[in-house]
Each structure stands twice: as structure tokens, then as C-alpha cells.
């Protein structure tokens, strides 16, 4: 039987949808601002990069677990379980360090890293099923307009993100029944009212969807995704840093991720019911599509993750103040995700957005790598904008490609292969970045103090704050600021590439109509599947 909705329960729905995104969104924006005066009272420097990978890593290895669940039982039990166990997450991740050295877990900067990878499990649920959700109920052409505005509230948090952040880390700490609480820990407490509200709205106000596929979870492929990605990530981490690239630790990670997908090709192609079909990837908009969203997550994090760092260590600023320089950024990233929706849904073509979305962050990059310590904030924020100008139209734009091209009842596999591959990118970005981040840092104290790495920093009292800025040395936020702007510079290559592989995207028009409550037929009303064949 078909399924129809009112414009009412669209809208509700939308909203809903929305909540659950910005609160994806904003989580991943709000804690960069924190994370240095985290490390600094955590006495984590060194494990910087893993904060966040352990965030992406977990929610990474979950997405198509998420996704099939979707098409199997539905979008709505999905986002309640994702979110439930986000807001575990979030409260453990707030409580870190409180209680001393955990069992098993040890100190604060460990348990952090632990829950952080908690909230990702949840996390995966939340991007995944959003964008299946405006894949139910929208066709291909409009969801470029319902996706601008999806790339415009991930803008808004991620210019709400940074401000809050930075505020309460600087001012938030406060003493509550004679116990102190830190201004970072709200960064973390901060995500659960708004998770309650998101679950308010999707139990009470969204409608339950019916689901398109039949079948089983592949389990065996979970495992085997997990078995490839997790050792491949921990090397990338490791290499050069906690382990020579050419020791054995390194080798066995690397062998094993390479067993593990020799292991999942082999199995999928027995499966009755794979968790990522093979045949997928014959379909060259899906290849081609979900490799650029790869290498462009890949820069966008490379790039990213690493400013705040640069602006309160490097240049010396206030985390509330690199909060606010982030929103050029977000502005620009705001309003070009809006404006390219919008111009995708009136004009039904993609591939030149694409393209012109990868050139402006070739560009931004660029500008950003030619920054040092003494750059003024305004020519900081000038750069900024134009990054944010080119990163705003592959916000939505490679999703919408790749669901345009596929049929309905793989909606939520295919939805979360793109997020699935994106978070690659973005996992590896931070975890290739990081480490080569600590080399260029390591390296350059190296040089001026022979013996002292990063850390040892703080260790020296080369870390401590006064009010709300760190006191470095100026030799050190010379050396601080130079080996982030050369990791910047190495994302150029990136991004090279992520233009090559866009350039080679099929640019087919968009469907006019949805296929909610309808057959997934190849044959029906224009609604054609492109085949494994199309043409460049």
C-alpha cells in the first residue's frame, strides 16, 4: 500500500527532522573551540586528534548499520534509539575526569575520548536518518532546496556552535552544592535539553513511515566493516607518532584493515542481504559522487579541526574570540549552501555547483595556508569566508546526486553510504592531519629545544593560561602556528583531487516527482533508475 502525507505532516516532520540535525551539527562545532583549554586541564595535548576521531570513528563504523536498520524497520525507531544513546554520550562525556582514574578506562583525557565515541555511535543515526527522512517525503528536485536549508542549519550551529563553546568555557565554570564545575563541561551538558525536545518532537509529532525493504541485517558485514575501518583509522593515527610507519604494530594494523576488506568482498558477494551492495559502485554517479564527498570531507576536517588550535595557541586569542572568528566561516557557508539549494531545485542541474563548490575551496585553503601568527583577525575572517563559500554547496549536493540516481527502496543504503564515505574522509582528514600535525610540531621544538616534544609542553608551563587566553612563548606560537598552516597547505593536494573526481560526476536532471508511495519501478513515469551503463 502506498503511503501519503499532508503538507502538515511534511512540515512537522521537517522540523523535526531539522531539530535532530542541528543537534548532530552542533555538536560537532562546539566542542572544536573547547578542546584547547580541555587538553590543558585534562593534560592531553598528545591526544589532541583522538577527541574527535573517537567521535567519528565509532559514529563512522555505525552509519550503514543505521542506514540498513532504516530501510528495514523504519526511519522513526531509529532516530529515537540514535538519539537516547547520544545523550549517554554527552552526560559521560561531562562527567570526564571527575571521579580520578576509572578501571580499565584510567585518566580524564581517556574517559573523554571513551564517551566521546559513545556519543558517535548515537551520532551516526542522527545525519544518516535525517537525509533518508527528506529522501522519503521530497523528490530529487526539491530536495536541493530542502538540502540548502539542511547545508543552512548545519551553517547555524556551526556559527552558534563555536560562540556558545568558547562563552562557557571562558566564563561557564560555576560551583554548584559546594562542587565545581567546569565552563567546558556545559560544551557537553549543553546537548541535553536539546535532545529532549528532539525526542519530544519525534515521538509525539512525527508520523511513523513505512519502510520499502525487506531482508535481514547482515551482521557478518558489520563485523567485517568494523574489521577494515577501525585498524586502518588506529594506523593512520599512529603512523609516525606513538609508533615508527614501518614497525610491527604498524604493519599488523595495516594488513589487518586489508584482510578485513578482502573479507567483506568476499562475504557480500554470498550475502542475501549485504549491508553495502557491491553492484552499488557500477553506478557512476554513486562512485564517483561518494568519492568526492570523500575528499572533500577529507579537507573541510584537515582544515577545520585544527583553526581553533591555531587561533588560541598559535595566535594567542581567547576561545570565546576564536569562537567568533568562526563565523565568516559559517556565513559563508550558510548563505551559498541556501543559494546553490535553491538554484539546483529551479534549474534541475547540480554537476556545475559541484565543481564551482570544490574550485572557491581550493582557493579558501590556499588563503588559509599563507596565514602566521601575527595574521590580523580581520585578514583571518576575509579567508575564512571565502572557505566557507566554496564548502557550502557539498553540504547536501553529493547525497542529492546519488539519490537521484538510485531507486527508493535502497533510499537509506545508499543515503548512508554517502554519509558513510564522507565520515571516512572526515575521520581520516583528522586522523592523517593530526599525526603529521604532531610531527610538524615535535619537529619544530625540536629543533629550538632539543628533547622537548608536545608532551612535554605543558609539563614546562608552556601551557597555562592567564584569564582567558594561553600564555605561550612567541618562539613556540611561531612554531604552533607554522606546523598547522603547512598541514593546511598539504590539504591543497586534497582538494586537487576531490576536483578531478567531481569533474567526472554524471550530471543527470533531477526527478520531477517522489517516489513515496509508490512502486520503485525502473519503468514508472519518468522516475528512471540510471543504469550501471550511463555515460559520462
Not at 133 to 157: N, Q, T
Request: glycine share 12%; charged share 10%.
Amino acid at each position: 500500500m502506498s503511503t501519503e502525507f499532508t503538507e502538515t505532516e511534511k512540515r512537522v516532520t521537517l522540523w523535526g527532522v531539522a531539530i535532530v540535525f542541528l543537534l548532530s551539527a552542533l555538536d560537532q562545532t562546539i566542542v572544536a573551540t573547547a578542546m584547547p583549554r580541555i587538553i590543558a586541564e585534562l593534560n592531553g595535548l598528545a591526544l589532541y586528534s583522538w577527541v574527535t576521531t573517537a567521535y567519528l570513528l565509532s559514529s563512522t563504523v555505525m552509519v550503514p548499520i543505521w542506514g540498513k536498520l532504516g530501510d528495514l524497520f523504519g526511519r522513526k525507531p531509529v532516530l529515537l534509539a540514535g538519539i537516547s544513546i547520544f545523550v549517554a554520550g554527552s552526560w559521560l562525556s561531562g562527567l570526564s575526569g571527575e571521579f580520578g582514574d576509572l578501571p580499565l578506562i584510567g585518566g580524564g583525557m581517556v574517559q573523554l575520548i571513551v564517551f566521546r565515541a559513545i556519543q558517535g555511535i548515537g551520532g551516526g543515526a542522527l545525519f544518516t536518518t535525517a537525509f533518508a527522512i527528506i529522501g522519503d517525503l521530497y523528490p530529487p528536485r526539491e530536495r536541493g532546496k530542502i538540502g540548502g536549508m539542511f547545508g543552512a542549519v548545519f551553517g547555524l550551529s556551526s556559527t552558534v556552535g563555536p560562540l556558545i563553546g568558547g562563552y562557557f568555557t571562558d566564563h561557564g565554570t560555576v560551583t554548584l552544592a559546594g562542587q565545581v564545575i567546569a565552563g567546558w563541561r556545559w560544551v557537553f551538558y549543553l546537548n541535553l535539553p536539546l535532545s529532549l525536545l528532539s525526542l519530544f518532537m519525534i515521538l509525539v509529532k512525527m508520523p511513523t513511515m513505512s519502510h520499502h525493504a525487506k531482508g535481514k541485517i547482515d551482521f557478518v558485514g558489520a563485523a567485517l566493516i568494523i574489521a577494515t575501518v577501525v585498524p586502518l583509522l588506529l594506523a593512520l593515527t599512529f603512523g609516525g607518532h606513538q609508533y615508527a610507519w614501518t614497525s610491527m604494530t604498524e604493519i599488523g594494523l595495516f594488513v589487518g584493515s586489508a584482510l578485513g576488506l578482502v573479507l567483506y568482498i568476499f562475504a557480500e558477494r554470498f550475502a542475501s542481504d549485504p549491508i553495502l551492495p557491491l553492484e552499488l559502485f557500477k553506478n557512476p554517479v554513486f562512485s564517483t559522487a561518494n568519492l568526492a564527498g570523500f575528499l572533500v570531507s577529507m579537507s573541510f576536517m584537515s582544515t577545520v579541526a585544527f583553526l581553533p588550535l591555531f587561533q588560541q595557541l598559535g595566535q594567542g586569542v581567547a576561545a570565546t574570540t576564536s569562537g567568533l572568528a568562526q563565523l565568516p566561516l559559517m556565513l559563508g557557508l550558510f548563505s551559498s549552501s541556501i543559494l546553490c539549494g535553491r538554484l539546483v531545485s529551479k534549474h534541475g542541474k547540480y554537476k556545475a555547483f559541484m565543481i564551482g563548490g570544490v574550485v572557491v575551496t581550493f582557493v579558501g585553503i590556499w588563503l588559509l595556508s599563507r596565514m602566521h601568527a601575527e595574521t590580523t583577525r580581520l585578514d583571518l575572517a576575509w579567508r575564512m569566508l571565502v572557505l566557507g563559500i566554496g564548502l557550502g554547496p557539498g553540504q547536501s549536493l553529493f547525497s542529492i546526486a546519488i539519490q537521484n540516481a538510485m531507486p527508493i527502496e535502497r533510499l537509506g543504503v545508499v543515503t548512508s553510504s554517502s554519509q558513510f564515505f564522507r565520515q571516512i574522509g572526515s575521520t581520516m582528514g583528522v586522523a592523517i592531519f593530526g599525526t603529521l600535525l604532531t610531527a610538524n610540531l615535535n619537529h619544530g621544538l625540536g629543533k629550538i629545544m632539543p628533547g622537548v616534544d608536545v608532551g612535554k609542553l605543558r609539563a614546562m608551563g608552556g601551557m597555562t593560561h592567564s584569564g582567558a587566553a594561553p600564555m605561550l612563548p612567541p618562539f613556540i606560537k611561531d612554531i604552533i602556528s607554522d606546523a598547522i598552516t603547512d598541514v593546511f597547505a598539504l590539504g591543497l593536494y586534497v582538494v586537487a583531487a576531490a576536483l578531478l573526481v567531481t569533474l567526472l560526476i554524471p550530471n543527470l536532471p533531477m526527478r520531477e516527482r517522489s517516489l513515496m508511495g509508490a512502486q520503485a519501478s525502473p519503468e514508472k513515469d519518468g522516475d528512471t533508475v540510471i543504469p550501471a551503463e550511463a555515460h559520462l
